[in-house]
């Protein structure tokens, strides 16, 4: 199946769930990413429930804090 992954497309079993997507993906720090699938927030405790399909667009989002 092909799913669009940070901008870009790539190729994955169907099947693979989010948690295994980070996995392969090589997200850094993941216990702190938000992750949203066609742009809908993934809950954090959804990761091992939530099964990718065909076509979906995935972004791996890091929240940071600082400034003035």
């Known amino acids: 199946m092909t799913i669009t ?4 497309k ?5 099947g693979i769930t989010l948690a295994e ?3 392969e993906e090589d ?3 993941p216990e702190y990413v938000t992750v949203s699938i066609n742009d809908e927030f993934v809950a954090s405790d ?9 076509g ?4 791996f989002l890091y929240f940071m804090g600082g400034g003035r």
């Open 5 to 8: 992954v940070a901008g870009e």
């Open 21 to 23: 997507l980070i996995v």
């Open 27 to 29: 997200v850094e720090n």
């Open 56 to 59: 979906d667009t995935i972004e």
């Open 46 to 54: 959804a990761k091992d429930s939530t099964v990718i399909k065909d």
């Open 10 to 14: 790539k190729e994955y079993i169907e």
